[in-house]
């Protein structure tokens, strides 16, 4: 009824893998995340299996969901990660992914962050993706000042439309990401003049949730243009990073096949002889998770009603930000037969943006059942908030019959924990 193998119906009740959901939410509460190792492998496996036989390294973005029990699953698949930040950076480090693997993206890069990168492990992480001509030569000073020389890939915005939501759209000329393409022999002279810079590779991400395969094909082939121009004027490309962006299926969308996808590298990137970094990040994780909620009230509104659940935007922003759908489903099968209903799903914010859904078709609900929102393990925990000092859900991981809090939920003196009043409070009054 989910269409996810791992999160299905068994004797009427939503299980995950072979966990009844009503036991997580006994020993966890809701609201709180709920991941299935299973998936989070198949999922890998599934890109891992399709890139067989290519030097490919597959660094998880993992932005989408950090939890360090996450990256230690993916960790012991063979995956590396894709960090964005020097905490990111330390999260990958911690949960075991050798620098080695890991490779440094983001505009904004700070000194320090470059220090982190360089220093990771005493050998460096294998590649910083640079953005910029500005930043290429601040990560040339830090490399000399520890002399040693930055491995880099200059992010290239091959300008496709990957017809995608606008605020995850990255390769258009207009976004900030990336050096043009008509302008990467300039910079790739520039960072081969560098005393700190080693040039590698040649890196594009040009969105994310792509469903249709077409905008890689193009990226492919402008890519592939430029590595033999590149090589041709003297550099030695090693490898191609071909960013993220697989797209999974929320709603009704086709998620794009693996195995296609690598057909476009085999046809387009291998006949340049280069190894391959892929960084999908939502591919990997946003099916294998799910937000459980318990609906709190029915309220009976002069036109609607709405299901109020002790979930909000705080724990899942992506309805709020993108206009995103997500399918949500009863933790209790519904009676055969049972009729739907349009409901507005909302949370307990003080904030009208605070909705799941609008008019969604639903079976009969009452105060105090559960619910599952799909499609939660990417871009949900990791962007969650403690708005409204609500605290952060608590993270659960499946794994067959037996589940892990992986996260639990803090208390209000943990939440507070960085707090401290300042000391003119305590002074006598006068
Ligand atoms: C966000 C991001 C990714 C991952 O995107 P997904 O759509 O989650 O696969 C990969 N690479 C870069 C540079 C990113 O910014």
Redesign the pocket.
């Known amino acids: 009824m989910t269409g996810l193998p791992w999160f299905d119906y068994r004797d009427g009740v939503l299980h995950a893998e072979g966990v009844n959901l009503h036991a997580i939410a006994e020993a966890v509460g809701t609201p709180a995340y709920v991941y299935s190792s299973d998936a989070l492998t198949r999922q890998y496996r599934s890109l891992a299996d399709a890139f067989a036989g290519i030097d490919c390294l597959i660094a998880y ?1 993992m ?2 969901n950090s939890n360090l029990s996450v990256l230690r699953h993916f960790g012991s698949l063979g995956a590396g990660a ?1 960090v ?1 930040s020097g905490g990111e950076l330390q999260l990958a480090m911690k949960a075991g992914i050798p620098p080695g693997k890991i490779i440094f ?1 983001g505009v904004g890069k700070t000194r320090a962050e470059m220090m982190l990168g360089l220093k990771a492990g005493n050998t460096g992480i294998a590649q910083f ?1 640079v953005e910029s001509e500005a930043e290429l030569q601040v990560l040339s000073e830090v490399a000399s000042s520890l002399g040693v020389k930055a491995p880099v890939a200059i992010r290239i915005n091959p300008d496709v439309d990957a017809k995608t939501h606008k605020k995850i759209t ?1 390769g258009k000329a207009e976004n900030k990401f990336g050096i043009s393409y008509r302008r990467a022999s300039e910079v790739y002279a520039l960072a081969a003049g560098l005393p700190g810079i080693e040039v590698v590779g040649v890196h594009v ?1 040009i969105g ?2 792509l469903t249709d395969l077409a905008p890689y094909e193009d990226t492919f082939i402008r890519l592939a243009e430029l590595v033999t121009a590149l090589r041709a004027a003297g550099h030695n490309i090693r490898r191609v990073d071909l ?4 797209g999974i299926r929320y709603d009704d969308e086709t998620a794009p096949d693996p195995q296609l996808y690598a057909a476009m590298v085999r046809k387009h990137i291998l006949p340049l002889g280069i190894a391959v970094a892929l ?5 990997l994780v946003g099916n294998a998770g799910l937000l459980l909620t318990r609906v709190e009230y029915v309220k009976q509104a002069e036109e609607k009603t709405f299901l109020i659940l002790d979930s909000g935007m705080n724990d899942l922003i992506r309805p709020a930000m993108y206009e995103a759908f997500h399918r949500i489903v009863p933790v209790k099968a519904p009676e055969n037969g049972a009729e739907l209903a349009p409901v507005d799903i909302v949370g307990p914010i003080c904030e009208t943006g605070d909705t799941f859904a609008e008019g969604r078709p639903m079976p009969p609900v009452v105060a105090g059942d559960l619910l599952a929102i799909l499609s939660a393990g ?1 871009y949900s925990s990791a962007m969650a908030s403690t708005y409204n000092a609500r605290p952060l859900a608590p993270e659960v991981l499946v794994h067959g019959d037996r589940f892990a809090i992986v996260r639990r939920r803090p208390s209000i003196d943990e939440m507070t924990a960085l707090e401290t009043m300042p000391g003119w409070f305590s002074e006598a009054q006068g």
Do not use: I
């Open positions: 973005a932005k989408a894709d964005v993206a993706n990255t991400h994310s949730q960013g993220g962006g697989l960084e999908p990040g939502r591919f990417a």
